[in-house]
């Protein structure tokens, strides 16, 4: 019960700002409500009262006067039901915009945690095709739930004002009506629910699948993710499979439930049963109600999958949003105008659970303005943890950051890293331009634009290109190497200008050449800017001012390239073995 009412108030979050359409729609299908229930009615009086008479005229009203009205009702009817349901389908738009637009806009302001918790492929899946379940709720089955609702309710009603007795023997079916579609409901929303899982898993599959097409041609495991998929669909089928039958079992249930009303009320008309008299048009008029009756019935019958798939949809898509616990206070603190770019690590300890798994444990270490350090070490000694918690991807557990002798939670998150610039050992080229994947939305002129290109050495493969800066990068900068997207990391940091420069492992991945290139933007960046090396290739750190040398989160070595070497201590075993791996 907690959960429906949750579902219902998800639900009327997203229609409350439309409520005045709501409204409309609502009126209008008052109106069109009454229009249909008076439509047999005429029919009725051009039957008993004209036709079966042999009259064609009774006073002012003729049957040209009724047809004319009925034609004016119909025309009214189709006008209003037009109108109801398109100003119906624009807000569903409305608020499928406004939902799409609210699940970027989180996974846009949600921290790092969050994206380390959730998979793109999830959310992939919940901006597209979580979304587009509920467009079918609110383009097509409030549109008509409201309608369907009012017209079984005046329907009951003006069936009772024209005779009970007749009515009752009508409502014999509703008892059965009920509790099939009761029963067959519960089986399906079940069906559905298991259903829905699996069908996630596909969308998911699919997303990962298109994002690792490469690795999967590498390895050549094509074959193992059909069979992967194969399996999954199998496991689809069946589980939807049932449903299937049920669904088929509605409409036509339905349909036996209302011919067995009909069949009732022409049965009691023709044998007279208890007395009744009851005259052609009345048979008409109720075998004409009965239709209205189970219409709207079937209408929220058939829609119950359509629910069913955007309740679990809207559910699964607000259990993302309800977490404001992952979203970043970017705008919150001191805005952080000027930066001389001293950097000190007093005391830092750091667990990513907030438990004892602690990935730095007391953290010290000094950079002077202008000065350069690298963090060297093995796999999960924590040199990236340190640039994330720089960049406050993370907060410090224990200990505190400072800059310029200030602690940088006193800064927003946004000014801070406006001040810091981060190569990535993979950078992310988006579809655009050059000169859009350089200035990344800032205002930047083009004197600056070709300064930065010809700073980080990156007019060496541009001026080649058939469109020079306005060439336009394959997705994820597929058409770039890896080198040539680094050239274009070093070009956004030169354009962006930070005051302090993080590098991670960031000519791990390129060729001599191109490291050679890079060296010359790294060089230029370290005379300029307050620098963190993450090294991989320690040939490239020898000339860093300070070397921190990490191992399980702690500090055992610091120096300078030489002084390291000449303890002969764990720094003097990596850096030769990394020359014994060279020979």
């Known amino acids: 019960m907690k959960k429906n009412n949750k579902t219902f108030s998800r639900c009327f979050a997203l229609a409350k700002p439309h409520m005045k359409t709501i409204i409309l729609v609502s009126i209008l299908s008052i109106i069109i409500d009454i229009i249909s229930i008076a439509k047999p009615y005429l ?9 079966s008479l042999g009259l064609f005229e009774k006073g002012l009203v003729s049957t040209s006067v009724i047809g004319a009205i009925y034609i004016l009702l119909v025309v009214i009817g189709n006008v209003l039901d037009l109108f109801s349901i398109t100003k119906t389908n624009i807000m569903g738009e409305n608020i499928l915009f406004d939902l799409r637009n609210r699940i970027f806009d989180y996974t ?34 409030i549109a008509t739930f409201f309608k369907d609702i009012l017209s079984i309710v005046t329907t009951l009603i003006i069936m009772l004002v024209f005779s009970i007795k007749l009515s009752m023997y009508a409502f014999i079916v509703i008892p059965f009506v009920a509790i099939t579609a009761v029963g ?41 993710k059909e069979d992967d998929l194969r399996k999954m669909n199998k496991k689809f089928f069946y589980v939807k499979f049932p449903s299937s039958i049920f669904e088929a079992l509605f409409p036509s249930s339905m349909m036996l439930f209302e011919n067995i009303a009909k069949s009732i009320i022409i049965y009691v008309a023709i044998k007279h049963i208890f007395g009744l008299t009851v005259g052609i048009g009345e048979i008409y008029i109720f075998i004409t109600y009965i239709k209205n009756l189970f219409d709207p019935i079937n209408r929220i019958i058939e829609n119950t999958e359509t629910i069913q798939e955007a309740t679990v949809s809207i559910n699964k898509i607000f259990d993302i949003l309800d977490h404001e616990e992952y979203l970043e206070d ?49 796999t999960g000694s924590g040199k990236t943890t340190i640039t994330n918690l720089v960049n406050r991807f993370y907060d ?39 000169k859009d994947n350089i200035a990344l939305a800032k205002d930047i002129s083009d004197k600056e634009l070709q300064l930065a290109i010809s ?28 080198g040539e997207k680094q050239l274009l990391a070093f070009a956004r940091i030169f354009a962006h200008n930070p005051d302090i420069f993080i590098l991670d492992e ?29 090294a991989h290739r320690l040939s490239t750190i020898v000339n860093v001012d300070k070397i921190l040398v990490l191992d399980q989160g702690k500090i055992i070595e610091e120096g300078t390239h030489k002084e390291l070497l000449e303890k002969g201590g764990y720094y003097s075993k990596l850096y030769n073995s990394f020359y014994e791996s060279l020979g």
């Open 43 to 51: 029919i009725k009086i051009l039957i008993d009262d004209f036709l």
């Open 108 to 141: 846009q302001k949600a921290n790092v945690s969050f994206h380390d918790r959730v998979p793109a492929g999830t959310l992939y899946v919940r901006m597209i095709n979580d979304v587009d379940d509920l467009s079918n709720l609110f383009k097509e089955v």
């Open 396 to 434: 410090v557990t224990k200990g505190e950051i400072l800059l310029d002798g200030k602690n940088i939670n006193e800064y927003s998150k946004k000014s801070l890293r406006n001040h810091v610039g981060t190569v990535l050992q993979d950078p992310f080229i988006f579809a655009r331009s050059i």
């Open 455 to 482: 700073r980080s050495e990156a007019d060496s493969f541009i001026k080649d290109l058939p469109h020079g800066i306005d060439e336009v990068a394959k997705e994820r900068g597929e058409s770039f190497s890896a």
């Open 330 to 378: 970017l705008e919150s603190g001191k805005e952080l105008k000027k930066l001389k770019g001293k950097l000190e690590f007093k005391n830092v300890w750091f667990s990513y659970d907030g438990k004892d798994n602690w990935i730095l444990k007391d953290i010290s270490f000094t950079i002077n303005p202008g000065e350069t350090i690298a963090l060297v070490g093995k």
């Open 184 to 224: 067959l409901t519960k089986i399906i929303n079940y069906i559905y629910e298991k259903s829905k899982v699996v069908r996630t898993q596909i969308n998911t599959f699919f997303a990962e699948s298109i994002y690792g097409a490469k690795l999967i041609k590498i390895f050549n495991i094509q074959k193992e």
């Open 506 to 534: 960031a000519t791990a991945n390129i060729d001599t050449n191109t490291e050679n290139i890079i060296q010359k933007s790294i060089d230029i960046l370290s005379k300029e800017k307050t620098a963190i090396f993450i």
